[in-house]
């Protein structure tokens, strides 16, 4: 009961570890992607802005 116990909790920390690791190697990949194919689009078209950036907000003085 107790081995069994521990192998599971074992085998669910190294399934974690192992999602972590691959995270940090693979995470810097898709962002340099991202961001030369983001350098791209920003030459054809204006900057994005959020949306709540559009919602004019009147300030009374």
Do not use: Q
Not at 13 to 32: F, H, I, N, Y
Not at 37 to 44: E, K
Request: hydrophobic share 55%.
């Amino acid at each position: 009961m107790l081995t069994t116990l521990v192998l599971i909790l074992a085998g669910i920390t190294a399934w974690c570890v192992a999602s972590l690791a691959l995270a940090l190697v693979v995470g810097p990949m898709v962002r340099k992607a991202d961001r030369n194919r983001g350098a791209d689009r920003m030459t054809l078209t204006a900057e994005r802005r959020p949306l709540t950036g559009a919602i004019p907000i009147p300030v009374v003085r």
